[in-house]
C-alpha cells in the first residue's frame, strides 16, 4: 500500500546543530508539505512544493530549509536548530491542482527536541 | 485567505449527533470548504471536503447553506473513538490550519 513515511520519529539534539527531517512518500504526489505543531495548537505551514525542484515558503519559514530532487522526497533542514525549533513536525502530499491539493495524507510526525 | 471560526471545545455522548459549525464569511468564489480530524500523537487526517450544499460519505456529512459562510460538519452517532480534535479549512492550494474544535466524548 502507498504511504508516508517520516524519520527518525523522535528526535533530540543540541542547539546551533543542523538537523534534518525525512520524509518519504509513495503516492507519486506532485504537492508536499511541512508544518509544524505545537502543544495546545494547530499546524503552521513551513514550506511546501509542488513538483521536482519547486520550492515555497509557508507562513513560518525563517530558520528552515527543504529541496525537491525527486517527487517521493521532500526533506526539512533545521540550519542552526533552536530551542524555539522544540516542536512536532508533520508532513503531508496532496495530488495536483484544486480539490485534491485539500486532501493531504499525513505522515506519522517527528518529535524533535532543542535542547 | 478566508478566516475561519469554530468553537474551541464541545462535549456529546456516545451515540448521539455532533455538529460543528464553522464560520467562514470571507469565502472566496474558488474556495471549497474541507474538515479534518486529529487524534493525539497523529497527523491530521482527512474527513470531508465541499464546495456547496450537502456532500456526505460513510464517516459524516457536511452541510453548506447557500451563502457558504458557514459550514457544519455533522458526526453521526458519535462513539469515544470520536474523541479529536476537528479542523475547519478553507481555501484552494492554500489551506491554512487554525486551532479546532476539541471533541470529547463521554459515554
Known amino acids: 500500500d502507498a504511504e508516508i513515511t517520516q524519520s527518525p520519529r523522535h528526535k533530540i539534539t543540541e542547539t546551533g546543530r543542523q538537523v534534518t527531517l525525512a520524509c518519504h512518500q509513495t503516492?507519486?504526489?506532485?504537492?508536499m508539505f511541512w508544518y509544524r505543531q505545537d502543544l495546545g495548537h494547530g499546524l503552521r505551514l513551513l514550506h511546501y512544493?509542488?513538483?521536482?525542484?519547486?520550492?515555497n515558503k509557508g507562513e513560518v519559514s525563517d530558520g528552515y530549509s527543504v529541496s525537491r530532487s525527486n517527487t517521493e522526497d521532500l526533506p526539512l533542514t533545521l540550519e542552526s536548530a533552536a530551542s524555539s525549533q522544540t516542536s512536532v513536525y508533520f508532513c503531508?502530499?496532496?495530488?495536483?491542482?484544486?480539490?485534491?491539493?485539500?486532501?493531504?495524507?499525513f505522515g506519522p510526525g517527528t518529535r524533535l527536541t532543542v535542547l | 485567505l478566508a478566516k475561519t471560526t469554530q468553537p474551541i471545545s464541545m462535549d456529546s455522548y456516545e451515540g448521539q449527533e455532533v455538529n460543528i459549525t464553522c464560520s467562514h464569511n470571507?469565502?472566496?468564489?474558488?474556495?471549497?470548504i474541507t474538515w479534518y480530524q486529529q487524534f493525539p500523537s497523529q497527523g491530521p487526517r482527512f474527513i470531508i471536503q465541499?464546495?456547496?450544499t450537502k456532500v456526505t460519505n460513510e464517516v459524516a456529512s457536511l452541510f453548506i447553506p447557500a451563502d457558504r459562510k458557514s459550514s457544519t460538519l455533522s458526526l453521526p452517532r458519535v462513539s469515544l473513538s470520536d474523541t479529536a480534535v476537528y479542523y475547519c479549512?478553507?481555501?484552494?492550494?492554500?489551506?491554512?490550519f487554525g486551532a479546532g474544535t476539541r471533541l470529547t466524548v463521554k459515554p
Open positions: 503531508a502530499s496532496s495530488e495536483s491542482g484544486g480539490a485534491s491539493y485539500n486532501e493531504q495524507f
Open positions: 479549512l478553507v481555501g484552494n492550494n492554500d489551506m491554512r
Open positions: 512544493s509542488y513538483g521536482v525542484q519547486d520550492t
Open positions: 470571507n469565502i472566496a468564489t474558488n474556495d471549497y
Open positions: 465541499g464546495y456547496k
Open positions: 503516492w507519486n504526489h506532485n504537492n
